[in-house]
């Protein structure tokens, strides 16, 4: 789910053959009802893993299906694994797809002209790099990094906060470095930058 310029946007899959309900929906308020309508005019048949919106650009990432099975109901599953799609908000177009390098983004986040995706997955706890994206160009570039399951950005200190469940550390990465390191548990999961008032 995110917010964009007043508005909300959630992802929804429902699934199976009825696969046309997998979309970015925008979600609109009406009296004491929502009502939700797809954002990209395509038929997509799974939605993004993540996405993020900016001047009116929608940027989506798909995990799909890097192995493993693929369920039959899914016809072009290349369409969805390892992809980023960008996507006109006005009009819901796709101005472009890119197939990405790594295997596994996950969850994207957009800091100046850039774009960065962690590759990770969730099937055996295990990523190996974080993709840059240009958004001028949509140029690829990496940093390698160990599972990087979850992660966020700390505006004040430029730097990327990223848990890694499978030793139960958060690090802080800056300029593509490792330069702290805190273990905090097994299993960790889901971090957030909070910026100080």
Known sequence: MKHYKNEIFITINSGGKSSEHSNVYRVQMHDASLSFHPVIKDNIELPPSDFVIEDNKMYCVFTG???????????????????????????????????????????????????????????DMQGEF?????KNNLSESFFAIENPAYFDYNKRFDEFIVSNPRNGTLRL???????????????????KAVQKK
């Open 173 to 191: 990465v800056k300029n593509g470095k490792v330069i702290k390191k805190i273990k905090v548990g097994d299993n960790c999961s889901i971090v």
């Open 65 to 123: 299906f890097s192995y493993g099975p693929r369920p039959g109901w899914v016809k072009n599953p290349e369409r969805y694994t390892n992809k980023l799609m960008v996507v006109d908000l006005n009009n819901g177009k796709i101005i472009s797809e890119k197939q990405l390098s790594k295997p596994f983004p996950q969850k994207i986040i957009n800091i100046g002209n850039k774009l960065y995706i962690n590759n990770y997955t969730d099937l």
């Open 130 to 134: 974080f993709t840059i994206i240009d």
